[in-house]
Every structure is written in C-alpha cells, then in structure tokens.
C-alpha cells in the first residue's frame, strides 16, 4: 500500500503545482552506485531525506531486489518494525549481522557485516511518509555488485637478531585478479613485543595514490634515506631500513588493502590483509639518556589542569632503573623511584589527598604530573630531574642524573564566560511521559551550582524553585517537589561536565509551563584551613513545555480481515488503541464477547456481552467467564508498542460466531503508586459469522441395467468420488422403486456413519433380511448385495450418500446429499428349453403281451430341473377298426377318438399319482403297469398283459419345475411327447393258454421244479466244500460286508405261459 501511494507522488505534485500552493518536497538520496564490495567485507549504504515536516522523526526501510528476479522485493531491516525481514534475511538481522544505524533524525545507514555473494542486487531505501499528504520521491536505489576477494598478501615468518646500526631487508609479495580497476596500498607496521593491545606503528606505507609516506617516528628517518620501500616487482614490495635502533625492536609485518573508487568519487577500502610476522630483536650499543618535558600549553586560566609528562629516552628503558623528581620553582614536588611508588613534597600532601594532584608513571619510559584546578600561586618553573641508578661489574652502584629544561607556566586570574542553553527531549510532551530538559553551561571554568525554576506560561506569578545542585553534587528538592522526589519522580542530574539535567516523570497537565535554568560560577579561595568561595558569574535561559493530556488522543478501534469464516478455520481480531504505550499511563485491554443468537447453548445467546481475556495493565492475562467452544484454541498476544492487542481463534465452529469488541481503560500511576483511572474508551463491534464449509461431495451418476437369474448374487455399486474434507464421514441409504408400477421409493436400508445398520420397511415386507447384505469395499466405495435374487427383486435401485462433518466442537452435523445413478435390476427365470421327443410310433401287439411306452427328454432348461410325467391314452370306440386302419389312423382320428384318459402320472417328487392327473390304477401289487426311469432325461411306462382295451393313441405330458430362491417348487413350462398308436391283437385258445390259464398247473410245471433242484444243489455243495466253509465263515465273522436287497414284487399273469416278469410297481419301494 506504501509503494501504490509513494508512486503517486507525481500526480500529488502535479496537483499542488497547478493549484499554486508552495510546500516542500520530499527527497530521499542514497549512496550512488554501483558500489563493487568483495565477498566477507564490512559494507555501509547512507540513505538521506530532506523536505519533511520538522520535528518529526523519520524511519527507514531497507529492501533489495536480486538481479534474477528483479521485480520481487526482499524486506530487510526496518526502523519501525522490529520483524520487517523476510526469511531470507530474518536470521542474519537477529544475529545483528545485518542492522540499519540511525546516524541523525533524517539520516540512516545501512551496515552489512560480512556481505556474501547471494546480497548482491539492487537495495532500495524507502521512508514512510509523515506529511500527510505525498510530495516528492520516498525511495532511493542503488546497485551493489559483490566479486571475489582475491587480495594476496605474503611474507616468510621468521625471527632475525640484528645490532643496532645494521640494515634490515624484508620482501612482501602482494597480487590480487580483480576484474575492477582498483588500487593497492602496501605498508609496513611494527608491534611492540611488550604491549601487545598498543595499536602498531606505521614504518612507511605505499598508498593507493603511489605516495610514500611514513609513521610519526620513522619520517626523518625516511628523509634522510635510512628507511625504504621499493617495488621490485609486479607483486613484490621491499622494505629497508639503514642503521637499525633499539626502538626497531618487535614484530614487523606487511599489510596490503585494495581500494576501489565510489560514483562518488569517494575511495573504499574493500579488503585489508596481513602477512605473517617478523621477530626482530636488536642489540643496543649505547646507554645513555636523554630527558624531554612536554604540556600542550604554558599559558592557563585558574581553575584549569595541568599536565606535565616527562619522557626518557633511552635503550632498553624496562631493563633499567630510573628515579625521577618534580621540583618547582626549587621546591620538590614529588619523587617516583624505579618501583612507581610516589614520595609527595610536604606542600602537596593534602592536595594530593582531596583529589587535586596525581604523580603517576604511565609507561617505562613516561611520567605525568597532573594539577587540577590550577592556582595563580602555581605560576613558576617545572623541572623533572631522572636519575640512573646502574650497578657496575665490581658490584658498585654509579649514580647519572640529567634535568630537562625549564618549563614556565603562567596561570592568569578567572574570569568568568559562561553561557546557558536549556534544551528539552520535546517541547510537546504527552501525559505520563517524561519531561527531559538538559542545560548545557559552556566555558566554565571553576565549580557551578545550578538552580531549576518553574512558572507557568503567562507568568502570573513568581517563579517557584524546583530543585538545585550545589558544587559539590548535592541535590536540594523544593517543599513543593519534595514528596514527589522522594518517589523518584523529579531528578537532578550532573550528566557531564558542562551539562545537567532536570527529569519530571510520569509528567501530569500541572506540569506545563516555563522552566528556567540559572548557573552560577564560583571560584576557589583561601587556603585550606580557610576555605571561601567566590561568585564569578550567573546566567541563565528558559524553556517551554506543553503536557497534551493522554484523554484527548485516545483511541481504540477494532478490525478483522475475515468477517466469515467456515468450520475449523482461524480468524483473527485486532483492537489497535492509540497513542502508543506510555509506562506510566498503561492501557488494560479487554476482548469482550456476545454469541449470535443459535450460536450455543440458550443461556449463552442472552446477557450481552462477556469478557474473554483481559490484558491488565501490569501486562498480565486475566481470562473472563465466557469460555469459547471445546475444540476451539485461542492465542492472544501484543506488540511490542502495547498498541495492537490481537485476538487469535482457532478451529472455529458455532460457538465462536456472534459479535465482538474491545474496550480498553487509561490509568495513571501516581508518585506514590497509587492508580487513577483516565479514560475509558470501547471500540466498533465486529460481526464473525462461522459458517458451514462448501460441500464438495459428488457421487458417481451412471445410469445402468443388470439381468440377473433368479437365485443368483445381486451387487450394485455407490462410489463416492469426491467429498469435501478427509475426515467426512458418510450415511448411506439404498432405495428401490418396484418393477410393479409403484411411484414411492422404498428405503430398503440405511448404513449410518457408526457402520450400524437399519432396515427400512420394504426390507420386511418383501423378508429381504436374510438375503440383503451391504458393505464397505474402499473407503469410498459401498456395495449392496441381493443374494438368492428373486423376480420379485426385479425394480429399479440407487443409493442416497449423506456427508457428515465433525464441528470443532466435537459435534456431529450434516453437510449435504447427494444420490447416485440408477441401476435398473431386472431378475427373470430360466430360459424354457424343455422339448420331449415328438416321434410318431405305431406299435401292434398281442393279447396278454407288453407294450412299452417311452417319453425321452433331450432338453432342459436348467440342470437342478426336475419333471412331472404322466401318460395320456385316447381309446378308439372300436378296437378292430382301429387295428385295421392302423396305417391312416391320423385320417380317422376324430371318429375313432375318445376323451383323453390318464393312465400314469409321477409328481417332481418322485411320488407315484402326484403329478398333474390322478389314474384310474392306482397301482399295487397286482398292477400291470410297470414304471422305469433309466436315466435322468429317459422314462418308460410298460403294460403288461395287454388287453384290447388297451388300445389307443398314447402320449406323454412332462411338465418342468424348479425350486425358487425361498424353496418352493413351482411350474416352468409344459410339453406333451409325439403319440403312439397302440393296436392289440385278441388271442386264440391253446395248449399254452389252458396252462397259463390253470394256476395249479402252470406252478407244478414251471415252479416247483426250480426250488427242489436249488436245493439239492446246496446240499451237494455243502458236503463238497465242508472243510472250506469253515475259513469262509470265519471270514464272515471278522466283519465282510453282507448286501441286503429287499424282495421285489413279483407280477405275472395267470393267463399266459410267459415266465414271471420282474419289474417296479409304484409303492414298491421304500
């Protein structure tokens, strides 16, 4: 939003220049580039604005975009914003190897520690706007380029021993590959062995200008040609020294730097490097001494310090024993011998003890001599005398003593040119801040008390003394201030030298007015045992304060980015309360809250609003009586202003939506910690409305038919393929219109999301209980089963999928429906195949003699068939006339013909007159119908003994049942054989028809010979084999199986010779 109103500052200053207003206009400068940094170096980018509001405090805000992606922008490091870095960028901002230094109130730099390869790119400096309407440019750019650091810098370490007045030779190899044009610097440094935290001493240096040029020391030595640096090569840079001394003693070493000129025409120094180090010890020839006496100047004002160094120059100066004197004016001052320990004269004793003198030995070879508060009485000479105490081989011990020259030091009287300047942190100060006003006294020369005064801005009254600080520090607080002091809320402060402070905290609305500084400077006199101060000067200066009450700027308004939100999602509330946290005048928060009405329980949705959470204003949470759903977290947290108090709820559900606010209370602290309520102020409300999630369940829509047998399996699918959330849980209810022409659709059964199962009614009506099964194949996919189908089960189905979604809450509601396509089931029986034999049979027989009658089946329509079969006779009205037409009996059919009559039925069962007519013979043992059937699909009725009135048209009715799927047979279909004509033929009598016509003769003469002969045969056999049977027995007895037949009936007939048949009768078997 920034950048869109900092582009159209053009416009805004287009408007202002055709309406004629004059104003200032902004303009942000950065560091010209492309700046060219090697990789791993320290880099800094200023960035300046001018033509902003005065008084107001500008912030910064740096931000890059990378050569790859030149129109992304990078966040990196703000004034404003402590977490402004993106994640890029974050971690190196908090390890403070990236930070932004605010040089001025409109000025900023940017420090990159240690730049890196990836930080090369364009980097932007933006300043918000504080004006309040847009003129000007707010953001400025620059390029940074980083390359490698190439800089080589060599030389051999080693340790030399020299004697003073050698020469010494040291190579340095210095080379870099840089593709920039850039210069070198090479330069030679030395590093005292003894002091290794002193900073090194400059020997001579080659700068990146090509002009030699050498340390303080070392630069007559270098006039005179006893010190070199030549360039022997292209990276070879030697250094040589005539004529070493003692002070040449340490570690030397090489330093190269490799500059690169700035747009700007400015040099920088991209990177410095150093070579290993030279160990060089000399041996002195000489020792003698030499004494030097320094000061800055010799003229003083009373009341300055003073401060004299003497300096001794010689070899080896820690290895010797030196004493030196002060003396002034003939007169000993202090002695410090070779252990640093002072010996004052007898006139300095007591200054020395309050403070005003200090003898110390700040190196071997440098002593200081230190007078504060400088007296016209210390006008004169200052002499330092050194002694060398040296023992000599005959263990004697030889006194040198040297003195420097006279040092004069005049002190001229005081007088006094002190001025005042009084300052404040702001002439505008709010409610509870602090009030902070510093007066600055330049050119003091002795002590000063400073005295604060306060009146009010029409000065109607005489000024009233705040509080004052005497000259030796103490602090004087007013009876008006005294008790507010003693709280710590008005302090008086020596901040320096030359500045002092007045601090009123916790600042209230009485504290406006006109504050008024007043120094005085006093000088010293008299000697110690009378002590007197003089007044030398007074002055003072004033300055306005403001105190703008807190109640009249504050503020608390509320806000959310997302007023609707579904079922477990977050939203968040965001109560921001002006002007921005005071300490001393703290705001306490409170998040309240009102459910919608039907958002929870009845007792929630009436009494208003309650309070959630509460931000005291001691910065701790204190929660309310309305508690937010179960499933539901809720955060709450603050920046680090105390301005913006968010309110963060998670998993939302019912509960969380209805009506909130914010309303947050001003306090005080007083000075004696006691608190006053200032304002209480209570924000918009902000509807949330929770709202059910979009339902994305689709189930699968195909329509499709199924023909199915009966007593077959059943399986219709209902896929899912889409639903709105993993956790979705679905009810299915599987519904069936009949066949039959029933408009209502009948549940048949509902699967709920537990997996519990319910039967509709259909499902009893129709005893589908048994055969229905459902069930759950993939976790979107369910199937029901019809097992054992029946016709009945002929009807359209489809399933009806329901989509239940769990609420943060815990409870469970219903998203939405969705059927599925229809599936048309139709359950016929099996296809008729029945067919009988149709062949057309003549068949002539005698008198007395069998007639056999077939009935084949060669198909069938299933194989778990079976039949019903009966025999069907149409008898002619005239036996001989039918014998005699035998050959065109089809042409005489309906003169010869009788009603059809039943002569032999077996059911499906296989019980005898059970099948679809009841014969007149209902058999028994002296039956003359004789039923086989030799193989499933073959049957046969055979008559015995014909009879003329057997005569007739015969034919054979089958009829197919099948067992449904509730295991009751029923009737497929029907169909009758092809007929035969039976003709019988009348007997003659004769020898074999009056025996077969004498029951007593036909058994003498073909029975009872049978039964004698079997059993004198037996008889034979057994006396024949006697001793064989025995084992034969016994074999009996260890268990060989003995077959049981039970007896057939034997039928004959008495009126023939034929032998006796053996046949079946209905009933005869068991």
Known sequence: MTRTMATGASLLLACALLAGVAVAQRVVTVQGGPLIRTEGSHVTIWCN?????????????????????????????????????????????????????????????????????????????????????????????????????????????????????DMLQLTCEVSRTTVQHTHLSVGWYLRSPEDAAAPPQELVTLSRDFVLRSGGPYRQRMSAGDLRLDKTSATAYRLTIHKLQPMDQGLLYCQAAEWIQDPDGSWFTMTRKQSDKTQLRIQPTDRDFSIQVSTDRRSFTAGEPLELRCTIEAQNVPERFFSVSWVFSSSPVAVVGPS???????????????????????????????????????????????????????????????????????????????????????????????????????????????????????????????????????????????????????RVERARADAFSLSLYNAVAGDEGQYRCTATEWLRTGGEAELSWEKIAEKSAAKGVTVKTVESSFMVSASSRTPSVTFGNSFDLLCI?????????????????????GGGDDDEGRGGFKDLVTFTREGTLQWGEQLLGLGTRTTVDRSHSNTNFRLSVTRAGRREAGKYQCTAVLWRRNYDNTWSRVANRTSNLLGISVLQPESKLRVQKTNQSQVHLEDSRVRINCSISSQTSPESQHTVLWYVKRASGSDADELLLRIERSGAFEYGAYADEERLRRRVQAERLLPHLYALTLNRAEASDSGTYYCLVEEWLSDPDGAWYQLSRDSSGFTRVQVRQPEIRLQVEELESNVTVEESKSVRLGCSIPSQSSRDSRFSVSWYVQRFEDADADADAGADADADDEEGERKKECVFSIGHDAVFGNGNCSPRDHGGPNSRLQFERMTSD????????????????????????????????????????????????????TVHSVVCSNESLFYFVFFYPFPIFAILLIALLTVRYKGRSNSKSQEGKNGAPLLWIKEPHLSYSPTCLDPPALSLHPGSVD
């Open 49 to 165: 604005v001018s033509g902003y509001k005065e008084g107001v405090e500008q912030d910064f805000e740096w931000s890059m975009y990378l050569p790859s992606v030149p129109d992304r922008e990078i966040r990196i490091v703000s004034t404003a914003q402590p977490n402004y870095a993106y994640a890029l960028y974050a971690q190196r901002v908090n390890n403070n190897e990236i930070s932004v230094e605010r040089l001025n109130r409109d000025s900023a730099m940017l420090h990159i520690t240690k730049v890196l390869a990836k930080d090369q790119g364009l980097f932007e400096c933006y300043t918000p706007n504080t004006d309040g309407h847009y003129l000007g440019s707010y953001s400025a750019r620059t390029n940074l380029t980083v390359i490698a650091d190439t800089l080589s810098v060599s030389a051999p370490a080693q340790t030399l021993s020299k004697v003073e007045g």
């Open 340 to 490: 640093a320990v002072p010996v004052l004269g007898a006139d300095y004793v007591a200054r020395e003890a309050a403070g005003l003198m200090t003898v110390r030995k700040e190196s071997p070879n440098v002593h200081l001599l230190k007078l504060q508060r400088l007296q016209p009485d210390d006008a004169g000479k200052y002499i330092c005398r050194v002694t060398e105490r040296e023992k000599t081989p005959t263990g004697d011990f030889i006194d040198r003593s040297k003195r420097s020259r006279n040092v004069q030091i005049t002190v001229q009287p005081l007088k006094s040119n002190i001025t005042v300047a009084v300052s404040s942190n702001s002439s505008e100060v709010l409610e509870g801040d602090v009030i902070q006003l510093t007066c600055s006294v330049y050119a003091a020369a002795g002590p000063l008390t400073v005295a604060w005064y306060w009146s009010d801005k029409q000065a109607s009254g005489p000024p009233q003394e705040v509080a004052s600080l005497d000259r030796d520090g103490t602090v004087w607080h007013s009876p008006a201030y005294r008790e507010r002091s003693s709280y710590g809320e008005v």
């Open 577 to 597: 309360v002006k002007p921005r946290h005071n300490p001393r005048v703290p705001t306490s928060v409170t998040w309240r809250f009102m459910p919608a009405v």
């Open 938 to 989: 073959l049957y046969s009725l055979t008559i015995h003994g014909a009879l003329p009135t057997d005569a007739g048209r015969y034919y054979c009715h089958v009829e197919e049942w099948l067992l449904n799927p509730r295991s009751a047979w029923y009737r497929l279909t029907t169909n009758d054989s092809g007929s035969t004509i039976v003709n019988v033929l009348p007997l003659e009598s």
